[in-house]
């Protein structure tokens, strides 16, 4: 994987918020902001950008194991990294697991092997979860009470339904997450600790009391269920390194909780919420963008249970994530014995009228099973399919017992084997082969096959797969082009602000006439403007160009009273003012107030003060009309604006020009849909 493509996405991503940050400290976005049409656009980016802000770039390659709980994707995990279960962290045992991701990446050397990073959510992450209705439900139904509290969440089991007599934690639990990762060395800690972060022990065994200490607070192993998001784990990856090589230090594997994992009476008074915790821990890897290859493992024979997590995600995605799934997604069917060893399956392919009758043992298997299954929308076709096994689902020697399969195996393939057609249709011909030969080996049993298949996926689509997350999944590009094209329509291109900023200034200080009927805008004038009238005139004295220095007293009087009406912002006043006394000067010329001229009326009853009264009162309308309806010309509706803040913006929009074009063209010479 070329490194010189993720210094360019990141270099995208540092652009962006490069921009972002300095268009708000630029001048003018205070006289913006304010206006609600702006504010709508600019929130909307803002939120779309929450995503790619949390996130830095990586080479490295996430590989998710995901699957329902009892098709072994622990028990592979364990052989592949025989190290870390031996040090306890791949717990196999039928009891209960707890809920979040194990995240294994290559340790460099013995010092990063012994680094352990444990990372909570975040507390409104855990207050969502309780607040999902279903979760909601059950706890009242059980007569739980969760109070949400600043820093904290109280789940109080005390006046519950629930058989508390056998409950071995209080019945109120405070779950209070810490602010950031605990780093821990292995050499400090003990098989209990490592326990109590993974397994639910037996109610006979637990140990109720604290088994984290952080300063003042103490964390038992049920409130560490309930905030644990993920926990990072080092190995110096021998078993992979062997399979691929150099290249096993550029992937991270993680095992994920169970899909559909039911709920335990283990869990006591979080167990409605820790039910649901299992798919949130997986949904949140996928909705957060933290994983570039999904490896579907499905013991064979099993249904798969991915439709249940994929549809929580189908409002957010749209309907190309589908394809995109399929370009990064290996679906692995684990336990490859099971065609031999179980009667209904073994029969299938023994039985070549029954093949045809009712499907051969691939088409039951894999594709009624699992993809038609995966997805209730639609069809996924994964980017791979393989086979693998394990030391403990084979009774009696491994390399003995796939020894005597090997034969009937290869006859599969053959044109006229049973399965061949199912096999030719999902393209699994060219590698069935070597499929057979890996799984017959008992270093490799599959298991170094599929490390292979996820390596060929990297070398075929890793640039695709990291623009794709990058660029794509998390909407970067999408956003780089929305506030290009925000900025765009409030600027021009040398960074001047456009007559759409002023009319939406001018629009926001006039909302309130916006908001009135003729009738309440005409008993509005008559109170507060056509009143004042008669007051200016005793004001006003008899000198030259008394009629136009009348109207501009006038005029300030029309703009103190639409400034009182208005709620809106200081800048946006002064931008209205800019805009009014230039359009004030304008009507004074096209109204004739610029060079009227008579003798001074000294009574209210003259005609030539009745006949001026009435035609400032005609234009009072008339000027609040033209504001409503008219738009600044360009000529008349630049604002003050200073260099340096036209400079900036030009900046501004020059760089995002520049990585929106970067981004586009690294879409399409990679192939990644716009």
């Known amino acids: 994987m070329p490194k010189e493509l993720i210094v360019s996405l990141e270099q995208i991503r540092e652009s962006f918020f490069q921009c972002w940050e300095k268009f708000q400290e630029a001048e003018s976005f205070s006289l913006l902001v304010s206006s609600p049409p702006f504010q709508e656009r600019f929130r909307a980016i803002e939120e779309k950008a929450k995503l790619p802000k949390k996130q830095s770039f990586s080479s490295l390659f996430t590989c998710a194991i995901i699957g329902s709980s009892t098709n072994g994707k622990t028990t592979v995990l364990a052989e592949m990294f025989p190290h870390l279960a031996e040090k306890g962290w791949l717990q196999t045992q039928t009891t209960d697991t707890t809920s979040q991701a194990l995240k294994i990446q ?127 784990i080092h190995d110096k990856f021998n078993e992979i390194n062997r399979w691929i090589g150099e290249e096993a230090k550029n992937l991270i594997f993680v095992d994920t909780p169970g899909i559909a994992v039911q709920g335990s009476s283990k869990d006591e008074v979080l167990r409605f919420y820790l039910a649901n915790k299992s798919n949130q821990v997986i949904l949140e890897l996928l909705k957060e963008e933290e994983l570039d290859i999904i490896i579907h493992m499905v013991l064979c024979g099993k249904q798969s249970d991915f439709s249940s997590l994929w549809e929580e995600l189908v409002p957010q995605f749209k309907e190309s994530e589908v394809e995109d799934l399929s370009r990064r997604l290996i679906l692995a069917i684990n336990g490859m014995n099971l065609y031999f060893t179980n009667p209904d399956l073994r029969e299938r392919w023994e039985n070549p009228a029954l093949a045809e009758q009712k499907g051969d043992h691939f088409e039951e298997t894999i594709e009624d099973n699992i993809i038609h299954k995966m997805l209730h929308q639609g069809k996924v076709r994964p980017a791979h399919i393989c086979f693998l096994d394990s030391h403990r689902f084979v009774e009696g020697d491994y390399e003995k017992t796939y020894r005597s399969y090997q034969d009937e195996m290869k006859k599969w393939i053959e044109p006229e084997g049973v399965g061949y057609k199912t096999l030719k249709r999902l393209g699994l011909l060219e590698t069935f082969a070597e499929n057979i ?112 220095k009348l109207f501009f007293r006038f005029t300030d009087q029309v703009l103190e009273k639409l400034l009182e009406t208005s709620n809106a912002s200081g800048d946006q006043k002064s931008i209205f003012k800019s805009h009014y006394k230039k359009q004030v000067n304008l009507w004074s010329r096209q109204w004739g107030y610029e060079g009227a001229n008579f003798k001074f009326p000294r009574h209210p009853k003259d005609r030539k003060w009745q006949l001026l009264q009435h035609t400032l009162q005609t234009h009072a309308r008339e000027i609040i009309y033209q504001l409503l309806r008219g738009k600044p010309e360009n000529s008349e509706g630049r604002l003050e604006q200073s260099f340096q803040d036209k400079e900036e913006i030009q900046a501004i929009l ?9 981004s586009q063209d690294l879409c399409l010479r990679h192939g990644v849909s716009q």
């Open 106 to 232: 290559y340790a460099s050397d013995s010092e990063k092997e012994d680094d352990i990073e444990i990372s909570p959510w975040k507390l409104e992450k855990i207050k969502s979860f309780f607040e999902q209705r279903q979760i909601q439900q059950q706890n009242q139904k059980a007569g739980i009470e969760v109070r949400m509290g600043e820093n904290s969440i109280v789940v109080d089991g005390s006046n519950s339904f629930l058989e508390k007599e056998e409950f071995r934690f209080s019945l109120e639990q405070v779950i209070r997450p810490f602010l950031a990762p605990v780093k821990l060395q292995h050499s400090q800690i003990g098989e209990e600790f490592i326990r109590a972060l993974t397994v639910k022990e037996l109610s006979s065994k637990i140990n109720s009391q604290p088994v984290l200490n952080l300063g003042e607070e103490n964390y038992n192993s049920l409130q560490l269920r309930a905030i644990i998001k993920d926990i990072q």
């Open 437 to 548: 030969k890996a799984l017959g080996d008992p270093e490799d049993r599959g298991q170094g096959f599929l490390v292979q298949q996820i390596q060929n996926l990297i070398q075929t689509e890793g640039k695709r797969l990291k623009i794709q997350r990058y660029l794509k999944r998390n909407r970067l590009l999408e956003i780089i082009g929305e506030l290009k094209r925000l900025i765009q329509d409030y600027y021009d291109p040398r960074g001047g602000l456009s007559t759409q900023a002023m009319a939406q200034s001018i629009q926001t200080c006039l909302n309130f006439f916006h908001d009135l009927d003729e009738e309440k805008r005409e008993s509005f004038i008559q109170k507060q403007i056509d009143g004042q009238i008669t007051h200016l005139f005793t004001e006003t004295r008899e000198e030259k160009d008394w009629i136009k």
């Open 654 to 662: 020059n760089t995002l020009e520049s990585i929106y074009k970067l």
